[in-house]
């Protein structure tokens, strides 16, 4: 009776086993390749009929876009990567956002005289909305999320800071750090911060919660108001929502540095 | 029909000089825009400093916050570089305020001459800024200081001369 276990001849044999699942292995492997990219073909152009037959819903149905873009991701695909190619060309996808883009940066520009560079996601979404008329396709603030993401890897110094449930949309290359930003959503609710309210709802010391709110008066973000009760007020134009949606008059227009 | 305030006149922080530069030249800009165009709308020709601090403009009794009097004056101080304010006294108290300039102020009474067919016609000066004819016009009820700088303006562009009578000063138009 064999026995099993050590001896040269054992080992011998153990090597040749295991070289014979290494070579089925990678001839496995190769295998497994050639199928997957038989899958990924049917897959892409599945998802090129797809496209061609719902190019118009994309255009136009906000919530479909939301669909079709939840899906690309779900297959490692970026509609937005790109502009030229398959996207953009059979979809007109990459064309949708980049028109976005233009007019958020419109909207930004016209209104950073104000607000410093910094507006809500909301009043940026009303802007855009009035700006694009009656008869052109509806946006949603997803759009709009998707499309400043983009402007974003173009560094054309767009960021977004989340505040209250939704979004800063930062359109100036202000350095803003961690510090800038907690303190931004603490002035959110009300359109404007204390020292006292960053010192007892951040626990700073005084001397930090001072330097946040310097700079963000330097970068003008923020209005000095020494008139309140009690201690001065640093107030954010872009939080301040009596603000938003009072048209640029033609004396601002006339006051905005390029 | 009543006055329009700007966004700013509701924001807090408008009254405070702000310790930004940048942000106080967008300030005082808007400032400067507010005064005269509160002016034009009540027709406003001149300015009483202390007076000033409790007008409206100066004093937003709802908001409670109102313009200091230093930040007034470096308001002022703004209008005067820009050419829409001019002191009346050394001590800075009472000043002229143009928010038009004479020389369009003569311009439209030159073109409401020339549409009624009265070029060389003279009028006294009291006939101009409240007579009957000018109800209406945007020149009527113009304070003399401003009517004569404007009149001395065509004067000067020979569109008109400035004449003395007995009882006081009349103009022909060319």
């Known amino acids: 009776m064999h026995r099993r276990g050590v001896g040269a001849g054992a080992i011998a044999k153990k090597k040749l086993a295991e070289a014979k699942y290494k070579e089925r292995g990678t001839v496995l492997a190769e295998d497994q390749i050639v199928q997957m990219s038989k899958q990924l073909e049917t897959f892409k152009s599945n998802l090129e009929e797809f496209a061609s037959k719902h190019k118009q819903e994309i255009r136009k149905d906000p919530q479909f876009r939301v669909q079709f873009q939840e899906m690309c991701a779900t297959i490692g695909v970026d509609p937005l990567a790109s502009g030229k190619g398959f996207w953009s060309e059979m979809l007109g996808v990459g064309d949708f956002y980049y028109e976005l883009g233009v007019q958020i940066i419109e909207v930004c520009l016209a209104l950073k005289h104000r607000n410093g560079g910094l507006i809500t996601l909301d009043e940026l979404h009303q802007r855009v909305l009035k700006g694009r008329g009656k008869y052109v396709q509806d946006v949603s603030q997803d759009d709009l999320v998707r499309a400043i993401k983009k402007l974003k890897v173009m560094g054309n110094g767009f960021g977004m800071i989340p505040v209250g449930g939704s979004y800063l949309v930062q359109s100036v290359p202000a350095e803003l750090n961690m510090d800038h930003t907690v303190v931004l959503q603490l002035a959110e609710k009300k359109g404007y911060v204390t020292v006292s309210e960053i010192r007892d709802g951040l626990k700073w010391e005084k001397e930090r919660a001072c330097h946040v709110l310097d700079h963000l008066l330097k970068e003008g973000l923020a209005w000095l108001d020494s008139q309140a009760t009690g201690e001065a007020h640093y107030w954010l134009p872009a939080l301040f929502s009596e603000l938003t949606s009072r048209d640029v008059t033609p004396e601002e227009a006339n006051q905005m540095t390029p | ?174």
């Open chain 2, 1 to 174: 029909m009543s006055f329009e305030w700007p966004w700013q006149y509701h924001f807090p922080p408008f009254f405070t000089l702000q310790p930004n530069v940048d942000t106080r030249q967008k300030q005082l800009a808007a400032w400067c825009s507010l005064v005269l165009s509160y002016c034009r709308h009540h027709k406003l020709y001149t300015l009483d400093v202390m007076e000033a601090q409790e007008s409206p403009v100066f004093n937003n009794k709802k908001m409670e916050r109102k313009l200091s009097v230093e930040a007034i004056q470096v308001v002022f101080e703004e209008l005067r570089k820009k050419g829409n304010l001019e002191w009346l006294d050394k001590n800075k108290t009472r000043c002229l305020v143009m928010w038009r300039q004479p020389e369009e102020w003569g311009k439209l009474m030159y073109q409401w001459v020339s549409k009624n067919g009265m070029v060389n016609s003279v009028f006294t000066l009291y006939e101009l800024s409240n007579g009957d004819d000018t109800h209406g016009e945007e020149f009527h009820g113009l304070e003399e200081w401003m009517l004569l700088r404007s009149l001395q303006a065509l004067q000067t562009d020979g569109k008109a001369e400035i004449i003395t009578m007995d009882d006081g000063k009349g103009v022909k138009f060319f």
